[in-house]
Each structure stands twice: as C-alpha cells, then as structure tokens.
C-alpha cells in the first residue's frame, strides 16, 4: 500500500492568513493526488484533483502543487469558511489511501 | 446534479453482517467507480472498495475477507456487506462516486456503532 503523510497534523492561523500543507507519499503517484476539505459532520468536498486542478465551484484561494512524492496544498488568504480539517489522498494505485488529516483552527 | 443517497442499519451487535445501500440520482451511472469509504469517531478516512457498472470490484486489502460490494444498475443502487462486525468497525461510512482518480461526490453518511 502507498502510505500518505501529512504535515503538520494540526495548523492555527488566522484570517487573512496563508497557510500551505504537505502530503508525501511514500512513493512516487505521478500527479494522482487530490485534496479534500470536511467540516464537522459532513461529507469531504473535492478541492484539488491530479494534484493541481481546481474543482469546480472551488474559490481559487485554494491551490495545489507537486509531482511524484511531494505535494503541497496552499490556501493563499484564509477566509472563516476555511477553518476544517484537509485530507490528501491518492488514486496512482489500489487500495486508494488517504493522509492522516490536518485540522485547521483559528488562532 | 448528481446525488447520493444511503441507507441502511446503524446500531448492529458483534459478529452481525453491516448492511449498506446507496442511490444514485441525476448523472450516468456507468463511466464510474461506486466507493465506499468510512471514518472512525474521531479519526481520518478509510477506504473500503468500489465497484463499476460492470460489475468489476476493487477492495481494501485489510478488509477484503469480510466485504462484498455489489450493484444493481436497474436502480442506480450498489451495496456494501460487511461480516462478522466488531467495535473496530464503529464508523460513519460513506458511499461516494469516483470520477477517474477522484472521488467528486459523496453521500451524506452513515453512523454505524457495533456493540457487545
């Protein structure tokens, strides 16, 4: 199984603020990795897919970025709305795997 | 626009098969991956298995012994069994929709607690 790790685990900012995480894999998955935002109780919504493609309806606020192992998901000004917990997750192989998760608070 | 609609037991006892059912509204059913996902209390995001709408299936090694993903593309629905349940398969399980290497819709969501 690929295994997904993110970091940090846990992130305080504040509005207005840009804040990036990270999610390695623990080998190469080309550019098959997405990212996902849930809010408590709900559902995760698709942000990014193949690692830098904006979904649609997604405020471009949010970016991704990386190849291979390494990637990044950048959120560049953060609004209220923001603040919930992001998972990476890769599709490059099965079985699917997700990252542990960062949960994003306000400082 | 495309929505997921699931169902099925929430409270089960130990050693009792998990039983989950999911709709499929508005959009092809076929050209897609049918996913079942969960999450502990608490915890981040499993991934159980999928099927397509031919009826080829992928599952979560760790689980595939005790899992059966099934569909029924008369009704839009597929199905997730799960055998001999224990506590450590106290989850919200979700079915969701893999389009390519994505999962771009899910359902609501499923608390499923299994006690002694």
């Known amino acids: 199984d690929i295994q997904m790790t993110q970091s940090p685990s846990s992130l305080s900012a504040s509005v207005g603020d840009k804040v990036t995480i990270t999610c390695r894999a623990s080998?190469?998955?080309?550019?098959?990795l997405n990212w996902y935002q849930q809010k408590l109780g709900k559902a995760p919504k698709l942000l990014i897919f193949?690692?830098?493609s904006l979904q649609s309806g997604v405020p471009s606020r949010f970016s991704g970025r990386g190849s291979g192992t390494d990637f990044t998901l950048t959120i560049s000004s953060l609004q209220p709305e923001d603040f919930a917990t992001y998972y990476c997750?890769?599709?490059?192989?099965?079985?699917?795997?997700f990252g542990q998760g960062t949960r994003l608070e306000i400082k | 626009q495309v929505q997921l609609q699931q169902w099925g037991a929430g409270q089960l006892k130990s050693s009792e098969i998990l039983s989950l059912t999911c709709v499929v509204y508005g959009g092809s059913f076929s050209g897609y991956y049918w996913s079942w996902i969960r999450q502990p209390p608490g915890k981040g995001l499993e991934w159980i298995g999928e099927?397509?709408?031919?009826?080829?299936?992928n599952c979560s090694p760790s689980l595939k012994s005790r899992v059966t993903i099934s569909i029924d593309t008369s009704k839009n629905q597929f199905s997730l069994k799960l055998i001999s349940v224990t506590a450590a398969d106290t989850a919200v399980y979700f079915c969701a929709r893999r389009l390519s290497a994505a999962i771009d819709f899910w359902g609501q969501g499923t608390l499923v607690t299994v006690s002694s």
């Open positions: 099927i397509n709408h031919s009826g080829s299936t």
């Open positions: 193949a690692a830098s």
């Open positions: 080998q190469s998955i080309s550019s098959y």
């Open positions: 997750q890769q599709s490059s192989s099965i079985p699917i795997t």
